[in-house]
Structures are given as C-alpha cells and as structure tokens.
C-alpha cells in the first residue's frame, strides 16, 4: 500500500514517492520508527491526539505510510477504546495483513466489536490460515453466523480446517500449494506455472506427487530456475523430504523446521496423501511463542501477554501463588517445629532465610536449564542420567564456593557452631535443588505434563522445606538451642 | 548422502532404497527415531555399546541411513569421550551439515581436538557463515592457522565476516547472493541464471540493484517463475522491501523477520550498498535462542547449554548465588532489627517467610511478563504507563486474594490481630511487587542494559526485604510484640 501515490493530498510522505520507496534508511530511520525498528512515542501520540481531537483526516495521512505490520502494533500501543476510534478513521488500511499482524487479545476485542458481516468481509480478504486464526477466536455461535456469510469455496477450507485440533499441523496449514506430477520437465512446470491464476501468493517449492497423490519429492524453486527446461522433475527433484503428519503439533512442527532447516514442508493426511504445506513464514511466530512460553509458565504468569485482559491475568497468576502459599505453609510447619530453638536463639530466625533462598534460586536455576534443554529435545532418555550428574557437580561447587562464604560470615559474627551449621545446611540445601531441579521436570515429562508448568511450585517447596529443615535441624542436633 | 546406493553392503537400509525414501512415514516412524523426532535411547545405546566394543562397521551401517541433524543430535547424545571415536568411525559422514548442526560447546570441543590443516578442509566444505560459526569459536592462534590453510577466496570472505562484531548482520549474512540490474526483462533473468555457475545453493529472492549497487526492489522466485519471459524485472518487482544495515545486532534483525514475515532480505553497508543476505533458516535459530535465553537469563543459570563444559556453568550461576547471598544479606539485617520482637512471638519467625515468599512469586510473574514484553518490542515508551497501572490493578486484585486466605488462616491458629497484620503486609507486598517486577526491568532497558540478565537479583531483593519490612514492622507497630 506504502507503493499507491495519492494525488488528492498536499503534504509529501514517503508513500507518495514511491520512486524513492528504496532509499536505504527508509523503514530504519525515519520520523516513525526508532533504531529498534518500533514506533516512536513521538509519532503514537500524535496519532492518539489526533484521534481524541476526531480529525480524523490527519490520523488517516499520518498512518497511511506504515507497513501493515506496523500499524498492527500501533492498535496496540493505543488503549482500548482508542482502538474502535483508529480502526474507523482508517478504514480502507485495515487489510488483511494488519488483521493477520494483530496481537490475539487485540484481534479478539475488535472482532468481537464487529458485527458478523463486516467479519465475514474481512476473512474472505485472509489467506486460508490467517482466517482460522480470526474465526477460532470466536464463540460457536459467532463462528456460525460468520461462516454463513463467507463464500462457499472458503468455507469449505476454513470448516476443514477447524475440524483438526488446536495448535496442529492441520489447524495451521496453508491449503493452497503447487503439486505437479512426477512426468513434467522443467519447461512444462513454469508453462504450467505461467498458466495457472490461482497459486499461493508464496510459495517456495512444488512438490510432486504420484497417481494417488503422494508426494514423491520436492523441487526448491531457484532449481527450477536454475535447470534448462528439457530435464524432467524427476530428474531434479529431492526425493529425501520432510513431511509433516497432519495431526503433528505444532511445537513439533516448529522443532521439525529448525532441526532440518524448513523453508516449506508438505503436510500429509492419515493416508500418506498431500493436503497443504506449512511454510517457515507462519512457524517464526509458533517458535518464538513456544520457546518465549517458557519464561511466563515457569514463573506462573500463564499467557503472560501484557494485551490479556485483566481478569484472565488475575485467574492465571493468582491461582500460582495460592498453591504458593501451601507450599510456604509447609515451610512455616517445619519452622514452627523448631519454634522453642528460635526463641532461644533468635540468629536462627534471623539467617535461615538465607539458606531458603539461595536454595531456591540454585533450584530455580537448573529447573530452567532443564526445561529449556527438555523443549529443544536436547534432554531425552538417552541422556538425562549424564545430565543429573553434571547438575550434581555443578551444585557441589555452588554449595562449596557458598558455604564457604556464609559460613565464615557466620563464625564471626555469631558462633562457629553455627558457622559450620549454615555451611552443611547450605551444601545439603543447594545438592537437594540441584537434584530437584533435573529430577522435577523431567518426571512431569515422563508424565507427558508441561514441565515448565507445573515444575517451580515443586521445586520451590522442596527447597524451601529443605533449607529450614536442615539449617534448623543441625542447629538443634549440634545443641546450639538448648 | 542419503541418496547414496552403497552397494558393498549386504544390510539393507532406508538410505540403499532411494526409491522408497519419499515413503510417508520414513522420517517419523521407523527404528531410529520417536514420535517427537528425537533419537529412540535405545538405538542411541546400541551405536554407545558398538563404539566402546570398537565395531566401527556396526557403528558406520547403523549411523549411515540418519538425516545430518540426527547425526548431530547423536553426537550431542554421547559422552564426551565417545564423540571422538564416533567421529573417527564415521569420517566420511561427516559432512558439513552436520558440523553446521552441532551444538556450539560440542563443536568447539571437536574442533579443538582437530589439527588445522583438518578444520580447513572442513571449512572449504561449508557455505561462509556456517564457517564463520565455526572459526569464531577458535582461539586467534587456531583461527590464523585455520585460515592459511583455506583458499585465498573463502578466506577473504571469512576475514571479512569476522571483521564485524559478534552478533551483528555484518557477521551472520551469507555474502554468496543473486544481484541483477534493473533493466533486465524475467527471460533474461531467467537465461542468466541457468548459465551463472556460482548461485547460492539456497535463496529465494532476487535483489535488483542500480549501477551503484544500491539496492532499488526485490523480486520473488515465485513471481518470476509466473510471469511471462517478456517482461521488464522493474514492472514486476517489489520497490518497498526491509533492508538490514551491516551493524545491526542480530536479535533486532531476528524481530524484524518476524515483524514483516520475511524469507530473505538484502543487508546493506553504511552507504546503502548491497553486502549480503540473510534468509529465515538462519534466524529461525536465532530468533528460538533470543526467546530461550529469557528463561535462562532471568533465573541466573547463563547461557544454561547442557552441553556448556561444567567450570563455566558453575562460573556463571554462582556468580548469581553470590549475588543473591548479598540480597538474602539485606533481609537478614532487617530481620535482626525486629530480633527483640521475634523473641517475645516467636509466631513472627514462624509466618514471615510466607510474605517474603508470595512476595517474591508475584514479582517473578510481573517481571517475567515485562522481560517478555520488552523483548519482543511490545512494550515502549508509548505504553509504559498503561502496563504500569495494569500490573497495579493485578498486584491488588492478587493482593486481597491471598490477604483474605492468609489472614483468616493466621487469625484462626495466632490472634485476629496477627491476621489483620499479615493480610496488611501483604497487600503491601503485592503491590510493591507489581510495582517492581514493571520498573526494574524498564529502567534497565533504558540504561541499555539487557533486563533478563539483572532484573531478578534487584526485584527479590526489593520484595524480600519489603515482605519482613512490612510483616516485622506492622508487627511491632500495632503492639503484638510489646
């Protein structure tokens, strides 16, 4: 759109030159964007002014330049009910590419805005799974009424689309690819090509197929381009491909493509048949997703998108701190089970959350390697015995180089009893987070359960009880609180 | 390789069958791999127990019919020790895809244990930036005596790459690209690149260029395979493309992949001229590493490898424990200021790590929200403040969730006034978590400083010394400890 000149409009923007749309330093150091490539402050609130003020003219000539994906993010930066305003003032911007570039809470709030009709024109503008992904947001009912308005060929592929699962290859596939058969060459394939009007709008290699539509290879399109035109495809093509069952989830997908360096992929049904193709365009998004998840599932903030609304934030996290606080509880049972020795000796209660925390950031620390190598499928049972004991080792010198530290500490401001007691206490308590770190996550894999989910909560309490417990213990049993 | 009949072994294996390698279900359902595409532990230990019995034979015909991927993922698999008698039993499998596979301290390890007259051939074998990769591991010595055994062309190419900082497009790009001049029509594109010997073996797009190398469109393979051989490349190509400049670090070229759906795109030096490429396959490990690193960042584990060598894993983590030893300090020192309360109610020993504990979970959720935010550039200036307010309205909402549960549990076992204390200290500690786990990592990224890295050691220490702060001190103030 940034190539379109419009006439009617006296100020010059980079649009209107369309002949000086290449200039290097266009989309990198102009007055919307910073050096990090996101919108400047600056730009947002003078498009945010200019809504509130409803000159509605101005937010149109100031958007207008964007690239669609940056307009996306600039509903984004706007609070919700500015969104409505923008949305209405540009209305012959929004195209599918802003739509499909849209934070999911945001799309779902404007779709939800929108009557079916006005939905229904926008997914016939979207690529197959771009409209899934508009459409599966919706409520049954609203899903219905859309579809009902969507041409029947569309329909088709939406409504076979949402018959797989969430989050598979199936859901997520493109059903527009090129497939030829096995007896082309070259020359007949771009003839082909040239003819054909409905092919995807990207597309990266054509697959080939046999009589019962099976592929039977790959040909990447440079070697088509690259090869004279009398040698047939099958002469060309690669037969050795990866091929993505339909019902693969896409975490697996994603791995697939990294492991192997996808470009594009063919999907194929229970029957070994060709049904779309997944490219590396729409897995970016799933990789950096599953492997951002991460960090907000092991610290318990669920989807953690700063765009969820607050009260699905709340449910996520404050179910987290609520078992939180049994695990805490366990702790404090432990600590009251020494209530007489602290009050005898009141330094106890004063260091023994030292020894607690340290524990539960050593444990914090390998439960996070250990996810982490779990999600790249680099933690398997080939190796996770190996795995534990170099984590083993690993706490043996933290233990060491720590104890060491709080235990002279200790010695000279209190006793050296109690010295020696917090270093054994640290030792035991940074081995058990060690051990706990490894051992966690990889049983609740074994039990085919997120380990990045349900792991901290587990680890954090068996750390927690485990540095009272032994701190406390070897105080009493080395008779420093009688 | 796997294309390749070997015809002097009686074995029949899916590599000898290339007719049958397109078969569905090769990849995902045979002997060697699972149902997550990882190696199956058993297949893994029948190549271990063939290595240590010295049947280098077994080993070669059982690795043989593997993708390069999965003979690196099985070197990854093995002890350190196997991997050398691997590499010797399967020498000739040892190609450069699976060097450019290999997990970075595996492969650092290897090369090390090569002469370099050995890791120059290798390097002759791989594309510019998989031996870049390879090099940089190197000490400057093994590099100088590296590149003088590689040929004057690779290495001019290689000096130039490294010439550039780590991280950086300069350092990543494949300088190996396809530039045509703008007043080419697609036939003669077409008949240059059939003649052109030195393509890239990979690429997806052309670059067209003016007399002064600047680059002026771009133009899909796709598009050129569909349009007819008479048309000029100008009319059909793309005028607004994303271009990278040379210095750009490699996270900002990974979010700009993602932000405009690229597959490729044409990196630029200072003056706008066309230096090189980078395509998608390369930043989609790029772009999973930058999301990883979050979770290890923020947990302090570093770069958190499996496979990182264990002094350095003990290195980076304890450096963090340390740290974390002086927050814990901080806590203690304010615990000791209410030592005389804790010893008339002991009561306060036994629930004060309950607050600090809560305290700390919220404001680990909030950061890593924020972290993640910040990381994929949704979080900017033009927004601070929203999520700002956001995260408070969360925090309090989180706060008289657990207030309510704690306070009635403490009131219930110790005094109404005890439970009125802690439901107080924690709202308060709520609150100052929220407040913290947005702040801290924002005040970072503003002084330029990656948040995943310090955040947490600033954030636990703010809620740990607030949660006994605000327990011990309420405490005391309302006369519980008089």
Chains 1, 2 share one sequence.
């Not at 305003?85 to 709030?109: H, K, W």
């Not at 503008?125 to 771009?130: A, G, I, M, P, R």
């Not at 404090?332 to 340290?358: N, Q, Y």
């Amino acid at each position: 759109m940034s190539d379109e000149t419009r006439l009617d409009d006296d100020d010059v923007t980079l649009a209107e030159r369309p002949e000086e749309a290449a200039r290097p330093d266009d989309r990198l150091d102009d007055e919307r964007l910073d050096e990090e490539n996101t919108l400047k402050p600056d730009y947002v609130r003078r498009v945010r002014d200019a809504l509130e003020a409803g000159e509605n003219g101005t937010v149109y000539d100031l958007v207008e330049p964007l690239h669609p994906a940056d307009i996306a993010d600039l509903f984004e930066l706007c609070e919700a009910d500015e969104r409505a305003l923008l949305a209405v003032a540009i209305s012959d911007l929004m195209g599918s590419e802003v739509i499909a570039e849209l934070n999911d809470y945001v799309r779902e709030d404007m779709m939800e805005a929108l009557d079916p009709e006005a939905v229904a024109t926008i997914v016939e503008q979207l690529e197959t799974d771009d409209a899934v992904q508009l459409i599966e947001d919706l409520d049954e009912e609203d899903q219905q009424a859309v579809l009902a308005e969507v041409e029947a060929e569309d329909r088709v592929a939406i409504e076979s689309a949402l018959s797989y699962p969430e989050e598979t290859a199936g859901r997520l596939m493109s059903r527009n690819f090129v497939a030829v058969p096995e007896h082309l060459t070259v020359g007949q394939l771009i003839d082909f090509l040239r003819a054909e009007d409905d092919l995807p709008t990207e597309f990266y290699e054509v697959f080939i197929v046999d009589a019962s539509h099976h592929p039977v290879g790959t040909c990447a399109l440079g070697w088509v381009l690259t090869t004279p035109r009398n040698i047939a495809l099958s002469d060309v093509m690669k037969r050795d491909q990866t091929l993505i069952p339909v019902m693969l989830d896409q975490e697996e997908v994603a791995l697939m493509f990294q492991k192997y360096n996808l470009i594009s992929a063919a999907v194929i049904d229970e029957d070994g048949r060709l049904v779309g193709q997944m490219t590396v365009d729409d897995i970016v998004h799933i990789i950096s997703e599953e492997a951002g998840e991460d960090t907000l599932l092991l610290s318990g903030a669920g989807d953690g998108d700063i765009n969820e609304p607050i009260r699905d934030a709340y449910s996520a996290r404050v179910r987290w701190l609520v078992a939180n606080l049994g695990t805490a509880l366990v702790a404090s049972l432990i600590i009251a089970a020494f209530g007489a020795a602290i009050e005898k000796l009141v330094a106890l209660a004063i260091l023994m959350p030292i020894v607690a925390s340290i524990g539960g950031n050593a444990g914090t620390q390998t439960m996070a390697v250990t996810v982490r190598a779990i999600a790249t499928n680099q933690l398997t049972r080939s190796n996770t015995g190996r795995i534990l004991w170099r984590e083993t080792r690993v706490a043996f010198l933290n233990g060491i180089t720590i104890s060491v530290l709080i235990g002279a500490a200790t010695a000279a401001i209190f006793t050296p009893t109690l010295g020696a007691v917090i270093a054994a206490a640290m030792i035991i308590n940074l081995l058990t987070a060690g051990l706990a770190g490894v051992l966690v996550p990889v049983a609740f894999e074994r039990l085919d359960q997120d380990p990045a989910v349900a792991s901290s909560v587990f680890v954090t309490m068996i750390t927690d009880s485990m540095g009272f417990f032994a701190f406390l213990g070897l105080a009493v049993a080395s008779g420093l609180a009688n």
